[in-house]
């Protein structure tokens, strides 16, 4: 072997490959291996350059001790082959190369030995991935250095390694989970990983539902020609098959893949991580070491990521469901607040969260039923579609159906419960409508059709025996029951022919003034004492209206009004003009009606007031059909009330045919 030069230049440094060869040619030698303990992370925070000076200093050093072979085992570290005869002294060799470069090299190093004796130490170096023999703990088959102040110098070398190992790592944790984005993390790590491995171009690619994709791309531009480009696909999907690294060269660079592994104990492959080096040398051992450490931080960043979108997501959805939403922790203290369960029950979020749902939403009466449901919800994991009375944030009582979930962590532990509830207070309200509604077809049908069927039957039974007097009596009756008769029927057909397609309007000029006079007329003969008055503004034009229709308004306001009015009193009909509509008015001087009955009115089947006036006959349609056909007009309709106030009814219809009308 030729002499090194005095500069100790790398060309006077035996090759991995080449150094092997020397290996095989020296059974029974022993082999010195020396590593600078800084130097990855100088190549990190310097450059490629100055690692690479360094290396050539070492080995200046180095070969003005000895003569004999020196070899570079990796890009790290290199290696004196002492002659065979020098075996007996490998502890004393190894201390003195020690001492020696304590003097003569002003970095810390790591010193280990190991006999020449198997093909598979030989294999190790020629491949440059055998690491610090008998000082980082992965000694060939028969360390040396037994004296304790060697192996106390091995263990603080390792423990440095280990250290700077982790402080690099530390850098790359940094840069992932310090930014908001993946992608922004991505890219900031990316120039870490780049400077901490040597690499000259890095790509990181996840699996997804539509295939791998590519997350990050950053690097030299040789790496991104299609040549490049099609050889690092072939490296991903070799490495996502085998979920194992795979070192892949060509003529000019080298591609390495490293595995991002998930599921349960790394089952699968959720990405790769790709480094390219431009000279085609694959990554040493600690390099290596270091990729798949990354690829453990990436997989985290994966997670992490998606467990925030997925937060979102979920956050989003129950944001902007109009059902309520209310996560709780196992006390039942309220962490997550929905907008549905703001809007439902009134309370904000700063007098919700933290608080228990006992202590503001759930009365004293219900406490006890909901105690339950939480305890079947806690044992079985769920209590579906259970009925239960909430509070308002005004205490008023607001009926819900709930489902009651609780959620559990991977490992089958509970930590939270989840309540989605929704408001069935219209529901209530429809279920009550149509009892009501059976209620009111099966009397007030039934009344007059049994009137009309009992006088009818005692007539043809007796016709002979009663005179003309008797004969007028009940042919009256059974008229006027036959008329009452056929206005609750046209009151459900007019409600069906409404809802299936509106009302179809007949326009005409309508004079509201004579309309009102001859609906009045027919009303007096049977107001039953009470007086009807009317006063309409003068010149009031006529508006385009559909006259049986408004005359349908109007007989319906003034049919309420003298139904609910006392004896001898009085119901006033009024028409003004109200900038560009006509305004009718019916007022009468009954019980009045309270606010929440005020809110309802229209609702179709209600009928307001007290059990008193609910024993008058009504279907609770006619305000329904009198505020459709007004705003099928374009028109509104309002009413103004209160407890012993009596009841002003106003509409107001157009003067002008509203466009599309």
């Not at 930014?179 to 990983?193: F, P």
């Not at 009651?404 to 069935?424: K, Q, S």
Request: hydrophobic residues 40%.
């Amino acid at each position: 072997m030729a002499p090194h030069s005095a500069d100790g230049s790398s060309e006077n440094v035996l090759s991995g490959g080449r150094f092997g060869d020397a290996l095989a040619r020296s059974p029974g030698a022993l082999l010195l291996a020396v590593r600078i303990d800084r130097l990855p992370g100088i190549r990190a925070e310097r450059g490629e350059a100055t690692a690479e000076k360094l290396v050539r200093s070492l080995a200046r050093a180095l070969s003005l001790r000895w003569g004999h072979p020196l070899g570079r085992l990796s890009a790290d570290m290199l290696g004196i082959l002492l002659p065979k005869e020098a075996g007996a002294s490998a502890a004393a060799e190894a201390q003195g190369l020690r001492d020696f470069l304590r003097r003569q090299f002003r970095f810390t190093v790591s010193v280990g030995a190991a006999f020449v004796r198997d093909a598979r130490l030989e294999e190790a170096i020629a491949d440059g991935e055998k690491t610090m023999l008998g000082a980082s703990g992965e000694a060939g088959p028969e360390p040396v250095l037994g004296d304790g102040a060697g192996r106390r110098s091995a263990a603080a070398s390792s423990l440095a390694e280990r250290y700077q190992r982790l402080s690099l790592l530390n850098r790359v944790a940094v840069e992932l989970f310090s930014k908001e984005g993946l992608e922004e993390s991505l890219a900031a790590a990316g120039h870490v990983i780049l400077a901490l491995t040597g690499a000259k171009y890095l790509s990181i690619s996840q699996d997804g539902a539509g295939g791998i994709r590519l997350r990050h791309r950053h690097g030299d531009k040789e790496f991104t020609e299609e040549r490049m480009a099609e050889a690092e696909g072939r490296l991903i999907a070799q490495v996502r098959q085998d979920r194992s690294p795979f070192w892949l060269v060509s003529r000019r660079a080298g591609l390495h893949g490293t595995p991002i592994l998930g599921g349960r104990g790394g089952a699968s492959a959720e990405g790769v991580l790709v480094t390219g080096y431009p000279r085609g040398e694959p990554p040493d051992a600690d390099a290596v070491r270091l990729l798949s450490d990354i690829a453990l931080l990436l997989h985290n960043a994966f997670a992490v990521d998606s467990s925030l979108r997925q937060q979102k997501t979920l956050a989003a959805v129950t944001e902007q469901s109009a059902d309520p939403i209310v996560l709780m922790d196992l006390e039942g203290r309220v962490s997550a607040w929905s907008r549905g369960a703001r809007e439902t029950f009134g309370f904000p979020p700063e007098k919700a969260l933290g608080r228990r749902i006992a202590e503001f939403l759930i009365p004293p009466d219900q406490q006890e039923h909901c105690e339950r449901v939480w305890a079947e919800a806690s044992r079985k994991g769920l209590a579906r579609e259970f009925e239960c009375l909430l509070w308002t944030i005004d205490a008023q009582a607001v009926p819900v159906e709930a489902t009651l979930t609780r959620i559990e962590d991977e490992r089958g532990r509970p930590f939270a419960m989840v309540a989605v509830m929704r408001d069935i207070s219209r529901r209530r309200e429809i279920e009550r409508l149509r009892t009501e509604f059976v209620n009111m077809v099966s009397h007030d049908l039934r009344t007059p059709l049994t009137s009309i069927r009992g006088f009818a039957e005692t007539m043809v039974e007796n016709w002979k025996d009663f005179d003309e007097e008797q004969k007028k009596h009940y042919l009256g009756i059974i008229e006027r029951e036959s008329k009452r008769l056929g206005r609750l029927v046209n009151d459900f057909l007019d409600v069906a022919k409404l809802e299936a397609g509106g009302a179809r309007i007949r326009r005409g000029p309508v004079d509201l003034a004579a309309l009102s006079a001859r609906v009045a007329e027919t009303f007096q003969a049977q107001a039953g004492g009470v007086g009807i008055e009317l006063a309409f503004e003068e010149g009031l034009p006529p508006v385009p209206a559909d006259a049986d229709q408004v005359q349908r308004v109007l007989v319906n306001l003034l049919g309420n009004a003298l139904k609910y009015s006392p004896e001898k009193g009085v119901v006033r009909v009024l028409g003004r003009r109200a900038g560009d509509d006509a305004e009718v008015t019916v007022e009468d001087q009954g019980p009045g009606i309270d606010e929440a009955g005020l809110k309802r009115l229209f609702e179709k089947f209600y009928r307001a007031g007290d059990p008193l006036t609910r024993r008058l006959p009504g279907t609770g349609l006619g305000l329904y059909i009198a505020k459709t056909l007004v705003e099928a007009h374009g028109g509104r309709i309002r009413a103004q009330s209160g407890p012993g106030k009596g009841t002003r009814f106003s509409f107001t219809l157009p003067l002008a045919v509203p466009e599309g009308g």
